[in-house]
């Protein structure tokens, strides 16, 4: 499958100087499964159907039969519709204050519920949602109706804890609200900004209650979005529970290698890989994939392998994709963070 100067042990890895990540050149000693390669044709085959939408092709935009009939998310973390909406409408609305303090307060009341439903709630009762004029008590009210009316007012991606056991509160909005109130109080934004690395930053999000290690880099990631802190995506990652499930069926054995160092891995091969496979990636207008982009592709294949290859367990004991596709009809007018430098290029290329 690789050639001998693929495979050869390089005995001395390089160091990101940015992260101390070890950079990996070569697979050996770990050994791959088949999935290793349905990995890069399922991000190459979703990018291709990313691009179909952005070009407004009619359905179906694929040949391959599981992404026509299952849920998944983009190559890209960021052009995944929730994010989207995250980016243009809650972090970067010109209508907001952009303080940092103002800016990370729309970001957790939108991240903790990760619902357009719920935030567009919000917005029918408070306009311009702002700590400054924010009172729980109305807050609570409004989701507390919702629920009420049998409304879903949390999205289905993350498992949220309930927060009772800290904050005491039995509706788990409540607790999430009060969550919201202590990170703010406690001048988080300034904590962030404070951060040299985006493992320190990381560190200021995880100690709150309720945010294990991979909510709190999920956050995180939301908020390296906005101006409150600029770090590569590429300097950090925390692989999440999916994500491991990808790995353990990508690798036969990671010859040494921990999660971290496994995802970081595929980043610094994705270009030969889709080489070696020919397949033709169009990356995110000049963007390759960051760590987070990979890391989330391992729980995207994690799924596609459960139909694609049935045989290969790994470390679960799932064996069905839940989600199935539903067209959303709706378009979206993509729009990444200012600092990537990448929207001029979206406005030249799309049709």
């Not at 991240?111 to 009762?125: C, D, R, V």
Request: net charge positive; hydrophobic share 35%.
């Amino acid at each position: 499958m690789f050639s001998q100067k693929e495979i050869k042990f390089e005995k001395e890895r390089k160091k990101q100087s940015s992260s101390g990540i070890h950079i990996h050149n070569v697979l050996s000693p770990a050994k791959v499964t088949e999935v290793y390669d349905s990995y890069w044709k399922f991000a190459a085959l979703r990018q291709e159907v990313f691009f179909k939408r952005v070009d407004a092709n009619p359905l179906p935009w694929t040949d391959d039969v599981i992404l026509n009939n299952y849920k998944f998310t983009n190559a890209y973390r960021a052009a995944d519709r929730v994010s989207q909406y995250l980016i243009k409408e809650v972090i970067y609305n010109p209508k907001y204050p952009d303080s940092p303090k103002e800016t990370l307060f729309r970001i957790l009341l939108f991240k903790l519920f990760n619902k357009i439903e719920t935030w567009e709630l919000l917005l029918s009762e408070f306009d311009v949602p702002t700590f400054e004029d924010y009172n729980f008590e109305a807050y609570d009210k409004i989701l507390h109706q919702a629920m009420a009316a049998k409304e879903k007012i949390y999205s289905a991606a993350y498992i949220m804890p309930s927060g009772g056991s800290y904050f005491g509160y039995q509706k788990k909005h409540t607790n999430h609200l009060k969550l919201i109130e202590m990170i703010i109080e406690e001048e988080t934004h300034e904590s962030l900004m404070s951060a040299k690395t985006m493992q320190q930053a990381f560190e200021v999000v995880k100690r709150f209650p309720g945010l294990g290690d991979f909510l709190a880099y999920q956050f995180l990631i939301d908020i390296n979005y906005s101006n409150i802190i600029d770090f590569s995506e590429s300097s950090f990652v925390v692989p999440g529970p999916g994500a491991r499930g990808g790995i353990s069926k990508c690798f036969a054995d990671l010859g040494g290698l921990n999660y971290v160092e496994a995802i970081k891995l595929m980043t610094d091969r994705q270009h030969k890989e889709f080489e070696r496979l020919d397949l033709d990636f169009k990356n995110l207008w000049g963007r390759d994939l960051q760590l987070i982009d990979c890391q989330n592709l391992f729980c995207e294949v994690d799924k596609y392998a459960r139909v694609k290859h049935p045989d290969i367990k790994g470390n679960s004991d799932r064996i069905k994709i839940k989600q199935k596709f539903k067209g959303n009809p709706k378009p979206i007018d993509y729009w990444f963070p200012p600092k990537w430098g990448i929207n001029d290029k979206i406005a030249k290329n799309i049709k």
